[in-house]
């Protein structure tokens, strides 16, 4: 079996949200290294030269990001950690903040030590209650312990992290709605450029990471760059979490090199379809991500293969539906969603994504026309690449690959709608 | 831990050292205790502009009064020196601040893709039939109150319900039923 390294807590058996477990083994070393010996812009090459590319969902490169924030401003850099976890099918943030909180600080400290930063927030998810205390004793217990406060590591240097809850909104986790909801207003993206990085929270240098983004960057610092791109693509690697969800025999969160196939992960990993029941189509990154028919999981899960096959690897999270499933009455639930979480600035998407999800429903719901089926893909068409953030094109974008893939279901709801109305 | 400097210059305004109102609710008067007002000093200590704390605040005021009221609103924004308006723009924004009084046990159930999936409807209905409230009621005791929500972010034990704070999951209607007797005959869970 491989190593893990992120959920390295499954292989212990000691507890590791406490902190002398997770200083017993080996925890917190690395980050006391950084802060006494390596400087910050060698720590931001090393995360540069392993290809980490950001967990979010978007994969940008973390080390790149880092190198825009602004210089010589006179005002401090804030490093956020995206603890938003919200995009449906998406549960992998959950199993690092629940059971190794400590790591997730670990590598908050070092990426705030290259960064520049004294001052960090988590914003975790309203609903991660637990999650949001798990943190909240581990930093208390950095803190008793020194690694924390005004004397990291009795070097006289200082870093606070805060844990920010918020309170129900997926448009929080798009970082500048996050930006915005951490200053006590309405998560309301803001038009971009500027980037965070230039103009962030309270006004000043920010970076915004992932919960998975960051753990990585402890165990690149800690075992170099070189180890890291030596698993999986060389322009995109590492270890990952995949959260596969749905109709397979066994759900959950797997470690596995990044590129791993989406076969393997689902028939192997997984434990394959449920008895008696066969695949027939799968959303590989959380449900904004374009759909995949059964005949075309053979692919690399990788931030550039996934793409190449005309979906993207997202969150990660892993959607898994086999034959029982209405492919009309799936896409109802994940068009409600997006009209329910559009936060109504831009009129495309407040307007689009009511439409998408009232044109679905009556095609559930046997009230569906042809012309319905037009309408449809031409308001989702509206939508791609016209407003402030790419909610709008999370939304539209299920909507064309469903219609594009799973047509025939569509059609044939029409057909039934037409037939009940003559009958 | 160590507060940060602050802005003096956004400061909350004299009325957060003396507070004047006392409306009144079911729940009581809309005052902190002096216990949670402690704890809102120590919620400011953690921004670098006391607005930042709002979203905190709401949480602690939705902790001690049970919902966020007109008057809770009022008192908040008295309390932190913003517009009322503000106050309840934000209220009004995030769905887990309640506008309204929820039951003592407030049933969240997950009804998006991969609950529905894997049964969440029939969790979903269980729990409306044997209360007998649809999503968005509560029952004429105050007990119970019924919610479907979107993604909890435990897809992987789907499906799930939230109880007040509490994630139950990997359910079948059988645990939901067993669960809601529970708490109908007031047992520890
Ligand atoms: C609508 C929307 C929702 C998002 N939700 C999340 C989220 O829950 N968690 C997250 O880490 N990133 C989320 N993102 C991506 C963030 O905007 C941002 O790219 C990410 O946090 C950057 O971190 P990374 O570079 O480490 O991936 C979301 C983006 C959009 C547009
Ligand atoms: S695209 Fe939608 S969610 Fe994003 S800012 Fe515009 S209205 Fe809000
Ligand atoms: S879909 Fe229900 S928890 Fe994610």
């Known amino acids: 079996m491989q190593e893990k390294v992120l959920l390295r807590y499954r292989d212990l058996s000691v507890d590791l949200k406490m902190i002398d477990n997770y200083i017993e083994s080996g925890g917190y070393s690395t980050a006391r290294r950084v802060f006494s010996e390596i400087a910050p812009e060698k720590v931001i090459e090393m995360v540069k030269e392993s290809n980490l590319r950001g967990r979010g969902g978007a994969g940008f490169p973390t080390g790149l990001k880092w190198t825009f924030l602004a210089k010589n401003t006179g005002k401090p850099n804030y490093l956020l950690c995206n603890a938003d976890e919200s995009e449906p099918g998406t549960f992998k943030d959950r199993a690092i903040i629940e059971n190794d909180p400590h790591q997730l600080l670990e590598g908050m400290m070092i990426s705030a030590h290259a960064i520049g930063c004294t001052n960090a927030y988590i914003y975790i998810r309203g ?11 581990a930093i208390a217990e950095a803190c008793e312990k020194g690694f924390l406060g005004n004397d990291v590591f009795g070097l006289g240097r200082e870093l606070n992290i805060h844990v ?29 450029p500027p980037f965070p990085a230039v103009y962030g929270v309270f006004g000043c240098p920010t970076i915004v990471n992932n919960v998975e983004t960051l753990a990585c960057v402890k165990h690149i610092v800690e075992r170099g760059p070189a180890w890291f791109k030596a698993i999986g693509p060389e322009t995109g690697p590492g270890p990952k979490l995949y959260g596969v969800s749905g109709h397979v025999r066994n759900p959950g969160v797997f470690e596995l090199p990044m590129g791993t196939s989406l076969r393997e992960i689902i028939e192997v990993h997984a434990g394959g379809m449920r008895e008696g029941r066969q695949l027939k189509a799968v959303i590989p990154g959380g449900s904004s991500v374009p759909i995949l028919r059964a005949d075309e999981i053979d692919i690399a899960m990788d931030f550039d293969s996934v793409a190449k096959a005309g979906s993207m690897l997202g969150s990660a999270g892993i959607i898994v539906m086999d034959d029982s499933t209405d492919m009309v009455a799936a896409l109802r639930r994940v068009s409600h969603f997006y009209h329910h979480e559009s936060c109504g600035q831009c009129t495309p998407c407040r307007e689009g994504t009511g439409w998408l999800e009232k044109i679905v429903t ?62 | 831990m160590r507060p940060l400097r602050r802005d003096a210059s956004l400061e909350t305004n004299p009325m957060s050292q003396q507070t004047t109102t006392n409306k009144a609710t079911d729940s009581g008067p809309v005052v902190f205790r002096p ?61 887990m601040y309640h506008r309204r009084p929820v039951g003592r046990s407030h049933i969240q159930v997950c009804t998006n893709l991969s609950c529905y999936l894997r049964g969440a409807e029939d969790i979903y209905g269980a729990v409306s039939k044997r209360l007998d409230i649809e999503a968005g009621e509560t029952t004429a005791d105050g007990k119970f109150s019924l919610e479907r929500v979107e993604c909890l972010g435990s897809c992987g034990t789907a499906p799930m319900l939230q109880l007040n704070d509490q994630f139950h999951e990997n359910l079948t209607v059988e645990q939901v039923l067993d669960l809601l007797g529970k708490l109908e005959r007031g047992e520890k869970l």
């Open chain 1, 164 to 192: 920010h809850r918020g309170a129900g909104a997926y448009i929080c986790g798009e970082e500048t709605g996050l930006i915005e909801s951490l200053e006590g207003k309405r998560a309301h993206p803001r038009i971009k």
């Open chain 1, 362 to 423: 009556a095609l559930d719901e046997g009230r569906g026309t042809e012309e319905d089926l037009r309408k449809l893909d031409n308001v989702a068409k509206g939508m791609l690449g016209t407003t402030i953030c790419v909610l709008s094109d999370a939304a539209a974008m299920p909507v064309r690959s469903f219609l594009d893939k799973f047509g025939e279901e569509f059609r044939a709801a029409v057909r039934r709608s037409a037939g009940a109305a003559a009958a």
């Open chain 2, 35 to 95: 216990e949670a007002l402690a704890e809102y000093h120590e919620i400011l200590t953690h921004y670098p502009e006391s607005r930042a704390a709002l979203g905190t605040v709401l949480w602690l005021a939705q902790r001690e009064f049970g919902w966020i009221s007109p008057a809770v609103e009022q008192y908040i924004s008295e309390l932190m020196g913003l517009p009322r308006a503000w106050v309840e723009g934000v209220v009004s924004f995030y769905s």
């Open chain 1, 127 to 137: 609903e991660f209650a637990y999650g949001a205390e798990v943190l909240k004793r």
